[in-house]
Each structure stands twice: as structure tokens, then as C-alpha cells.
């Protein structure tokens, strides 16, 4: 079986920096796309960041120039680094991951249980 979990989130000031990890485990043959979503209350989720796996990534324009989406092939764990945090910022952060497993032909789609992070000023 497969499960997502995403790490790392918390309380920081305006300006401060966080790093969340998700990270993938169970029978996975390979991971291919990631994709960090944020949704904060009353909004709808928005796309953060996507990675696929040739290595391309793309950007929502509120968070390009400070945040990076990376990756671990070898832990099966993808990154969110993010600098310069503002307060709208906050939200729950989750990520979405493409992958191939050993239990089903074909791509599936798992989702993390989400991080929270919160940005005060």
C-alpha cells in the first residue's frame, strides 16, 4: 500500500523561511509528477508549484522567485523550500503525487493529509 505524508510545516514571522516534505512509501515502482497545493480558509485549493519527471517545474506567480519545488528520487521524497513568507501565505499545504506502483497497472494519484503554516506579521 501506498501513503503520502507531508512534513514541516509551523509558525513563522513574515520573512522567515520553511521547508515541507512530502514523502511517499509503500510500493512504489517510480514517482513522476508532484504538485504542492495550498488552500487557505475560504478559498479555493490553488496550484503552488509542479514538478514533472524530466525536471520541469512551474510556478504560481504569488510564490515564484520564493519558493523552489525539488526532489529525492532515492527517499521518494518531494520539497517545498520556501523564503520571504508572507501572511497570505498561510494555508494548508498539500501535495499530490503521480506515481506508478507495483499494486495496480498504469499512473495513480495519492494525495498527502496536508500541513499547516501559518505566517505572522
Known amino acids: 500500500q501506498v501513503q503520502v505524508m507531508e512534513s514541516g510545516g509551523g509558525l513563522v514571522q513574515a520573512g522567515g523561511s520553511l521547508r515541507l516534505s512530502c514523502a511517499a512509501s509503500?510500493?512504489?515502482?517510480?514517482?513522476?509528477?508532484v504538485g504542492w497545493y495550498r488552500q487557505a480558509p475560504g478559498k479555493q485549493r490553488e496550484l503552488v508549484a509542479f514538478?514533472?519527471?524530466?525536471?520541469?517545474?512551474k510556478y504560481a506567480d504569488s510564490v515564484k522567485g520564493r519558493f523552489t519545488i525539488s526532489r529525492d528520487n532515492a527517499k521518494n521524497t518531494a520539497y517545498l523550500q520556501m523564503n520571504s513568507l508572507k501572511p497570505e501565505d498561510t494555508a494548508v499545504y498539500s501535495c499530490?503525487?503521480?506515481?506508478?506502483?507495483?499494486?495496480?497497472?498504469?499512473?495513480?494519484?495519492?494525495w498527502g493529509q496536508g500541513t499547516q503554516v501559518t505566517v505572522s506579521s
Open positions: 509503500g510500493s512504489i515502482i517510480s514517482i513522476n509528477a
Open positions: 499530490k503525487v503521480e506515481l506508478r506502483s507495483t499494486t495496480a497497472w498504469g499512473l495513480l494519484i495519492y
Open positions: 514538478s514533472t519527471s524530466s525536471g520541469s517545474t
